[in-house]
């Protein structure tokens, strides 16, 4: 862990945090010059957590979205919630080095959610 970082695993190479959230959010994931992430195996981490919505809980689905040297891909996990709730994810995936891979969800109902995505290079 770098501490000039802020405390960001020194492999890590692009994040995203959102507190307090009700709303959609959507994030492009960039190196830290702004440019595209390079191609090779990333882990992406995806973790989600019910911040408090007062009563019953509506939906969040987080969809993750990437791109290979064959194709697009994606992957949703929606969160149910019915009170108090996390869902940490961890996803494997290749990039192509010419796409950056984005973040988004989609809120039906009430929520309040906080939304911690980081993705570190492996290989």
């Known amino acids: 862990i770098h501490s000039a970082t802020g405390g960001v695993f ?3 190479v692009s994040n995203y945090y959102a507190t307090g959230r009700s709303g959609n959010v959507s994030n492009t994931f960039y ?11 990333y882990l992406a981490t995806l973790y989600i957590t019910d ?3 007062g009563g019953p809980c509506g939906n969040v689905a987080v969809t993750f979205t990437g791109y290979d040297e064959q194709q697009s891909f994606s992957f949703v996990n929606t969160v149910i919630g019915l009170g108090q709730f996390a869902s940490p994810v961890a ?6 080095g ?3 891979p984005s973040v988004s969800t989609s809120v039906t109902g009430t929520v309040n ?11």
């Open 98 to 100: 010419t796409h950056n």
């Open 10 to 12: 020194g492999g890590t």
């Open 91 to 96: 996803i494997p995936v290749r990039l192509d």
């Open 31 to 41: 190196n830290s010059a702004g440019a595209t992430l390079p191609a090779g195996m």
């Open 113 to 123: 959610y906080d939304l911690s995505v980081a993705i570190v290079k492996i290989m």
């Open 51 to 53: 911040s408090g919505c």
